[in-house]
């Protein structure tokens, strides 16, 4: 149980820094670059942590996908930049996409 929440530190943690991205203004403002740099040394951290336990594909299936659905929320929120129809059509198949990996793959750590 615990590599999964290193997993989902690792996903929180790199949503927070890639949202900072746009923030930062190519990283010439100070607040906002921290974020990022510091958001995603936790998030590499942790999904190395992760990775003891969690195959790296299924792992990275995940940390990639729930960080497309969340930074596409965030950027819709926060930057006002509102998907269109074959957007969602594309982060709804993530979506299943994610959810057959969790439900169905037998993949094993060696």
């Given at each position: 149980m ?43 951290f942790?999904?190395s ?6 195959p790296?594909g299924?792992?990275?299936?995940i ?29 709804g198949?993530i979506?299943?996409g994610v ?10 750590v060696h």
């Amino acid at each position: 149980m615990k590599y999964w929440i290193y997993l989902l530190i690792a996903i929180l943690f790199e949503v927070m820094a890639t949202s900072a991205l746009k923030a930062s203004a190519g990283f010439t403002r100070l607040w906002p670059s921290i974020m990022v740099v510091v958001g995603y040394a936790i998030s590499f951290f942790a999904m190395s942590l992760a990775l003891e336990a969690i195959p790296v594909g299924i792992a990275y299936a995940i940390w990639s996908g729930i960080g497309i659905i969340l930074i596409t929320a965030i950027a819709w929120v926060l930057y006002r930049q509102q998907p269109d129809i074959w957007a969602m059509v594309g982060i709804g198949f993530i979506i299943i996409g994610v959810i057959i990996l969790n439900l169905l793959s037998r993949v094993e750590v060696h």
